[in-house]
Structure formats: structure tokens, C-alpha cells
């Protein structure tokens, strides 16, 4: 028995020395090994080793590796495509944004377009955007279910709310077909059949500009930089749109606690730490961001406890503010990345880069025309979470 007992004391000691030889010997066992890393598998990374921002993130250059050199072509792409939601009556201002996009951006790194509306598109409009680029289209039906009002909505109960909005100026506020649109992009655009195959996408409106050269790749930056949503203009929803909205999102978080991440971005969504909701926003009728942010199980039953609420229909919840909280909370706070060097407009507020990104991005807006100077802006609320 003592033997047996000697052979076993012989064999732990045999394997401590190999264990000691090895880390000194071998860098990279000796860091795979090491009681940190052991307990990082088991204990996850804990708040206390969340990175300390001293800037935004934005305030880092973007690496020139992501930009093109004149006269290139790119060689490397995400996978990833420009989602345009229009109907047939938007052609003209279809026109002047894919204009834009392709004489800016899209000409040098063709990436393919995705249109999509609840009725079939005209022979006419595909002629028309297919001539405007050699780069892929396809056009999709949404289908009924996606895009249409639910059964289950109290009908007269939602009525009365469109006539007290519309009766109150609020805009919107008697629309029905522009509820169902913020209901689709809310929850369902991501999942059309011809999204299926893409990673990241570019949303892209009717009838907005693009002030600026782009000569770099927005997706492969996203991809390789590990971000999951970005945005050019932020401000405050109309708070008669959204009374209940945020109640909801409370009720949401605290059943399911364990789906909101660490290092969040609810410092920009709220001004004491998530009683109320300050409003704030990104202007989601320009987005870049990761499809798999919308797919995955967090904000999938997250939109599903607000569809269930009848908020989008019963008020008028936009999908700018529903993305938004999805973003901040199911992604980190520095995988929500502000393209501070890329110019846009939606009427009526214009995002223009100040220098020296103004004159090297070749810039046609007014540098005095930038809604981050405006006092509602909500940019100083990003900036703070990382300051």
C-alpha cells in the first residue's frame, strides 16, 4: 500500500515539474495555463475588468487599412448589402439617394441592394434604379403578415388614439401605414428571405443626402472592429408617441435581467440609471449595423414583449426608439459606433463633418449645418458614457 501510495506522490511530482518547465519555457502555455485565464473560463470576465474609456471611440481614426486607395478596387468585402424599403411612388426620391450613395461610396466598393415593399414593385422602378448601377439588385414582396396591422389589435381602441394624436398634431399620428412601417423595421425586415444571406446592412431612405467621399469600407469596419450598430444623428422621440414605451422595457428588463449585457449604453437611454427614459435616440433612417444584433435571442423576445403591448399601434412606437433601447442594451456601449466622417441628411436635420474631415472627406454641406451643435442633440449623452 505504501508503494502504490509512493508511485502516486512520484507521478503528481513528475507532472508539477513538467507543468513549471513548460510555462517558463513556452510563453503561450504558460499565459493558457495560468490561474487567471483558468478562472476567466469558468467565472466569465467580470465587471472590474471592462475596459475604462478616456473618448468615445469615434475619436480613434479609423485604421487606414479599412480605407481604398485611389483608383482601386476592393479586393476584400463583408458580407453585406444596402436595404432600401420604398414604394412606387418614392422613385424619384430613390433616385437622388442612390445617386448619391454610388457617386460617394458605393462605385468603387460594390455592394449589392435589397429593395423591399408591401406591393410588387413596377417594371418602371426597376428599369429606373437598375440603370443607375452595375452593382447587384433584387426586389422583395414583404409579406402580409409582416407589414399589415395584426387581428388581435382592438381596432376602435387604436382609432381613438389616431384621432387624439392627429387631433393634437402629432405627427404621424393618424397614420396607419406609417405604424405598420415602424412595426416592420422594428421587428421584421431582418427576417425577409432575401436578408437571409447577409450579415451587416446599410439602411438607406428616399430622398436623403450624402454630403461626403467615402473612401472607406463602413462594413469591413464593423465586421473586423467587433461592431454591432451605427448611427449619424441622435435626439429625442416625441414623448406623446411613446408614453408607455418605457414601462414596457422595464417590465422586460427585470423578467429577463440575464439578457441585458455588461458595459451597456443605458447612460444614453436614461439619466437615472433606467427609472426614466430621457427619450434619446438614434435617427434610424440611417443605420449600419450587425442583422445578428436583431436576430438573436435577446432582442427577438424583446420585441415580441413589446409587439404583444400593441404600443406600435395603440400609440405610434417608432422603430428609431425601439432600436435604440435594443441596441443599448443588447449590445456594449462601444459597439455602438458614431460615423462621425460620413455626411447626411434627412429633412430637416443635417449631420456635416467638421474639420479636418470636412475638406479630406471632400464635403459639400455647410459646416455651420451640423445638428450636433444644436442644444437637443443627443450626442453629448453618447460622449459621456465613455468620459
Same mark, same amino acid.
Given at each position: 500500500?505504501?508503494?502504490?501510495?509512493?508511485?502516486?506522490?512520484?507521478?503528481?511530482?513528475?507532472l508539477?515539474?513538467?507543468?513549471y518547465?513548460?510555462?517558463?519555457?513556452?510563453?503561450?502555455?504558460g499565459?493558457?495555463?495560468?490561474?487567471?485565464?483558468?478562472?476567466?473560463?469558468?467565472?466569465?470576465?467580470?465587471?472590474?475588468?471592462?475596459?475604462?474609456?478616456?473618448?468615445?471611440?469615434?475619436?480613434?481614426?479609423?485604421?487606414?487599412?479599412?480605407?481604398?486607395?485611389?483608383?482601386?478596387?476592393?479586393?476584400?468585402?463583408a458580407?453585406a448589402?444596402?436595404?432600401?424599403?420604398?414604394?412606387?411612388?418614392?422613385?424619384?426620391g430613390?433616385?437622388?439617394?442612390?445617386?448619391?450613395?454610388?457617386?460617394?461610396?458605393?462605385?468603387?466598393?460594390?455592394?449589392?441592394?435589397?429593395? %423591399?415593399?408591401?406591393?410588387?414593385?413596377?417594371?418602371? +422602378?426597376?428599369?429606373?434604379?437598375?440603370?443607375l /448601377?452595375? &452593382?447587384?439588385?433584387? @426586389?422583395?414582396?414583404?409579406?402580409?403578415?409582416?407589414?399589415f396591422?395584426?387581428?388581435?389589435?382592438?381596432?376602435?381602441?387604436?382609432?381613438?388614439?389616431?384621432?387624439?394624436?392627429q387631433?393634437?398634431?402629432?405627427?404621424?399620428?393618424?397614420?396607419?401605414?406609417?405604424?405598420?412601417?415602424?412595426?416592420?423595421?422594428?421587428?421584421?425586415?431582418?427576417?425577409?428571405?432575401?436578408?437571409?444571406?447577409y450579415?451587416?446592412?446599410?439602411?438607406?431612405?428616399?430622398?436623403?443626402r450624402f454630403?461626403?467621399t467615402?473612401?472607406?469600407?463602413?462594413?469591413?469596419?464593423?465586421?473586423?472592429?467587433?461592431?454591432?450598430?451605427?448611427?449619424?444623428?441622435?435626439?429625442?422621440?416625441?414623448?406623446?408617441?411613446?408614453?408607455?414605451?418605457?414601462?414596457?422595457?422595464?417590465?422586460?428588463?427585470?423578467?429577463?435581467?440575464d %439578457?441585458?449585457?455588461?458595459?451597456?449604453?443605458?447612460? +444614453?437611454?436614461?439619466?437615472?440609471n433606467?427609472? /426614466?427614459? &430621457?427619450?434619446?435616440? @438614434?435617427?434610424?433612417?440611417?443605420?449600419?449595423?450587425?442583422?445578428d444584433?436583431?436576430?438573436g435571442?435577446?432582442?427577438?423576445?424583446?420585441?415580441?414583449?413589446?409587439?404583444?403591448?400593441?404600443?406600435?399601434?395603440?400609440?405610434?412606437?417608432?422603430?428609431a426608439?425601439?432600436?435604440?433601447?435594443?441596441?443599448?442594451?443588447?449590445?456594449?456601449?462601444?459597439?455602438?459606433?458614431?460615423?462621425?466622417?460620413?455626411?447626411?441628411?434627412?429633412?430637416?436635420?443635417?449631420?456635416?463633418?467638421?474639420?479636418?474631415?470636412?475638406?479630406?472627406?471632400?464635403?459639400?454641406?455647410?459646416?455651420?449645418?451640423?445638428?450636433?451643435?444644436?442644444?437637443?442633440?443627443?450626442l453629448?449623452?453618447?460622449?459621456?458614457?465613455?468620459?
Amino acid at each position: 500500500m505504501m508503494t502504490r501510495t509512493r508511485y502516486v506522490f512520484l507521478t503528481l511530482a513528475i507532472l508539477i515539474s513538467l507543468h513549471y518547465i513548460l510555462s517558463f519555457s513556452h510563453e503561450s502555455y504558460g499565459r493558457a495555463t495560468s490561474f487567471d485565464t483558468l478562472k476567466k473560463q469558468w467565472t466569465g470576465i467580470g465587471p472590474q475588468e471592462q475596459k475604462v474609456w478616456h473618448e468615445p471611440p469615434y475619436k480613434t481614426p479609423v485604421p487606414e487599412k479599412y480605407y481604398l486607395a485611389p483608383n482601386a478596387t476592393a479586393t476584400r468585402k463583408a458580407n453585406a448589402a444596402v436595404v432600401m424599403l420604398a414604394r412606387n411612388g418614392d422613385l424619384n426620391g430613390i433616385v437622388k439617394s442612390m445617386s448619391q450613395l454610388e457617386a460617394k461610396f458605393n462605385h468603387r466598393f460594390g455592394y449589392p441592394y435589397v429593395f %423591399l415593399n408591401e406591393e410588387p414593385f413596377s417594371d418602371e +422602378f426597376k428599369r429606373t434604379v437598375t440603370a443607375l /448601377t452595375d &452593382n447587384k439588385i433584387e @426586389f422583395g414582396l414583404i409579406p402580409h403578415d409582416h407589414w399589415f396591422q395584426p387581428d388581435w389589435i382592438d381596432e376602435p381602441k387604436a382609432a381613438a388614439s389616431r384621432k387624439d394624436m392627429q387631433d393634437n398634431n402629432v405627427i404621424y399620428g393618424g397614420s396607419v401605414p406609417y405604424r405598420n412601417m415602424c412595426r416592420f423595421n422594428s421587428g421584421f425586415f431582418y427576417r425577409h428571405e432575401l436578408l437571409q444571406k447577409y450579415r451587416y446592412y446599410w439602411r438607406v431612405e428616399p430622398d436623403v443626402r450624402f454630403y461626403c467621399t467615402l473612401s472607406y469600407d463602413p462594413f469591413l469596419f464593423m465586421q473586423d472592429e467587433d461592431k454591432k450598430y451605427g448611427f449619424t444623428i441622435s435626439l429625442p422621440e416625441y414623448t406623446a408617441t411613446i408614453p408607455t414605451l418605457w414601462t414596457a422595457v422595464k417590465e422586460f428588463v427585470k423578467a429577463n435581467p440575464d %439578457l441585458v449585457v455588461q458595459d451597456n449604453a443605458m447612460g +444614453f437611454l436614461s439619466d437615472d440609471n433606467g427609472d /426614466t427614459y &430621457n427619450n434619446c435616440h @438614434f435617427w434610424s433612417n440611417f443605420e449600419i449595423g450587425d442583422l445578428d444584433l436583431w436576430r438573436g435571442e435577446a432582442y427577438t423576445k424583446f420585441f415580441e414583449h413589446l409587439d404583444s403591448k400593441g404600443g406600435f399601434y395603440y400609440e405610434r412606437w417608432g422603430d428609431a426608439p425601439v432600436h435604440s433601447i435594443g441596441a443599448a442594451l443588447f449590445a456594449r456601449k462601444d459597439q455602438i459606433h458614431f460615423f462621425e466622417d460620413i455626411g447626411y441628411r434627412h429633412e430637416p436635420f443635417p449631420h456635416c463633418p467638421q474639420e479636418p474631415m470636412h475638406s479630406q472627406n471632400q464635403c459639400d454641406c455647410d459646416i455651420k449645418e451640423n445638428f450636433d451643435r444644436e442644444g437637443w442633440s443627443c450626442l453629448n449623452r453618447y460622449d459621456r458614457m465613455f468620459t
